[in-house]
């Protein structure tokens, strides 16, 4: 059993920035896909970034592309979510998961381990 604890949410101001970050218990392999997924409340998991814990090219979704990075360190097994240019809409519950599968990069329902979720709150 894997477990996954993230952590770095916070209070920000908009036009702000935070780094996320999600630890795993245990190494991960190659074939694994490392997401981000966002939760306000009272809508749907939204997918936000995943990247391949081998090194594969990382995907976004459109709303926070080219403002959100997502990045791995084996060494620390972690993953990280960088979000710069913070807006209000960018306000959720942010948490990270392992699609063991490989498929379905966008997809919860792909995703076999979670953390609890860390809360990012963006301020106007």
């Known amino acids: 059993q894997v477990q996954l604890v993230e952590s770095g949410g916070g209070l920000v101001q908009a036009g702000g920035s935070l780094r996320l970050s999600c630890a795993a218990s245990?190494?991960?392999?190659?074939?694994?896909?490392m997401g981000w997924f966002r939760q306000a409340p009272g809508k749907e998991h939204e997918f936000v970034a995943a990247?391949?814990?081998?090194?594969?090219?990382?995907t976004y979704a459109d709303s926070v592309k080219g403002r959100f990075t997502i990045s791995r360190d084996h060494a620390k097994n972690t993953v990280y979510l960088q979000m710069n240019s913070l807006k209000p809409e960018d306000t959720a519950v942010y948490s990270c998961?392992?699609?063991?599968?490989?498929?379905?990069?966008?997809?919860?329902?792909?995703?076999?381990?979670w953390g609890q979720g860390t809360q990012v709150t963006v301020s106007s």
């Open positions: 245990q190494r991960t392999f190659g074939s694994y896909l």
């Open positions: 990247i391949w814990w081998s090194g594969g090219g990382p």
């Open positions: 998961a392992i699609n063991t599968g490989g498929r379905g990069a966008a997809n919860p329902a792909e995703y076999r381990y």
